[in-house]
């Protein structure tokens, strides 16, 4: 099977579940739904290859699941520390004003005023609300680089999300 160019990691494995070689995987986002709903993962440990998803359910904020070709616990231990990639292709679709994290690294963000507060280099979530972790632009007039900025992604602050123009704006002020 040939490697999609459009992989994207969803999780990591964290261990075996049980005695029968099923893994647990912490997923990089609170819904999971690409773990949940695609029955093709690429792990990639020892090398990266297409596995086959027999079931997969959420268990305490894990994702639990049972791969057709694992058969025991060991073989289950063996792939602790794998990365696990879906095709973004096979992403189901989400509803308007939802966004997958992996759609939102990498776009630019302004503020309201249209100055640049930096990019967006990765996502997390607090209990509350996902966070978006912006670089801040480079400023060579600056010695001393500026701190990341953690922004809530919400309503408040989250005025437009542009997939095309890879862009988000905020109203979010350069000293906050």
């Known amino acids: 099977m040939a490697i999609p160019d459009d992989l994207v990691q969803v999780g990591h494995v964290t ?25 093709t993962w690429w ?9 086959s998803v027999r079931s997969a359910k959420l268990h305490g904020g894990d994702v639990v699941a049972t791969l057709v070709d694992l058969r025991d616990r060991n073989e289950a231990e063996a792939l602790k520390g ?15 004003g939802e966004y997958y994290w992996s759609d939102l690294i990498g776009l630019d963000v302004v503020n309201l005023q249209g100055e640049a507060l930096g990019k967006v280099t990765d996502m997390m979530h607090n ?20 701190p990341e900025r953690l922004v809530p992604f919400v309503d408040h602050f989250v005025k437009t999300v542009s997939l095309d123009k890879k862009l988000i704006t905020l109203d979010w002020g350069l000293d906050f």
Request: charged share 20%; proline share 9%.
């Open 82 to 96: 794998a990365t696990v990639q879906v095709p973004r292709s096979a992403f189901p679709q989400l509803e308007e």
């Open 127 to 146: 209990g509350a609300q996902s966070i978006l972790r912006i670089a801040p632009v480079a400023d060579p007039a600056v010695e001393a680089k500026a």
């Open 15 to 39: 261990g075996a579940y049980g005695i029968v070689g099923g893994i647990r995987v912490s997923p990089y986002s609170t819904e999971a739904d690409a773990l949940l709903n695609v029955k």
């Open 43 to 51: 792990i990639d440990k020892p090398t990266l290859r297409a596995v």
